[in-house]
């Protein structure tokens, strides 16, 4: 069983619509017992980091994400909360990535936010197993996560290379939206499901 953080903060229904059609068993749920009893756990995440991040914690959910054992994938949003800190209202993150959230520059050749499809680079985790390089995938954001030791696949844009995917211990984030690219985010849902 799969359980998806309900915090206000989340795509929670087109993950849950990713889920259901890979067939996985899945919670909406808020409550620390269940997510603690999780196979694995996805914090799911759209908007502005500071509001999610500061409504994780209105819930208590903190304490809970930082002591998972099992497999948690952040995406978005949910991963950039995963993080160091961001700029976006200077949110202060759960720092399990070692990496910070920076906006993307204004620049007329790069629009703001970075929305469409993208090529992933340098794909290295069992995330993101038998995705070749090169692969697409559908982002939304305008605040990306800085390269760290963490980044497992990285993306440019506007002539900046960001964090794509990163990987720490347990904890999985991508910047893209797996439940809405196609293929690709596909592959990497049922990869997380096997984990």
Known sequence: MTAIIDYDAGNIRSVANALARLGEAYVL????????????????????????????????????????????????VGMQIL??????????????????????????????????????????????????????????HSYYASACPDTVATCTHGGIRFSAALHYENFYGTQFHPEKSGDTGEQILSNFLKL
């Not at 906006?103 to 790069?110: E, I, L, S, T, V």
Request: aromatic share 6%.
């Open 29 to 76: 749920t808020a409550d620390p017992a269940q997510i603690a009893a999780a196979d694995r756990v996805i914090l799911p995440g759209v908007g502005n980091a500071a509001v999610a991040v500061e409504k994780l914690r209105e819930r208590g959910l903190e304490p809970v994400v930082r002591r998972l054992r099992r497999p948690v994938l952040g995406i978005c």
């Open 83 to 140: 993080c160091r800190d961001s700029e976006e209202g200077a949110a202060r993150g759960l720092g399990i990535f070692d990496a910070h959230v920076r906006r993307f520059p204004d620049d007329p050749d790069a629009k703001v936010p970075h929305m469409g499809w993208n090529r992933l680079a340098h794909c290295e985790s069992k995330l993101l197993q038998g995705l070749p390089q090169g692969s697409w995938a559908y982002f939304v």
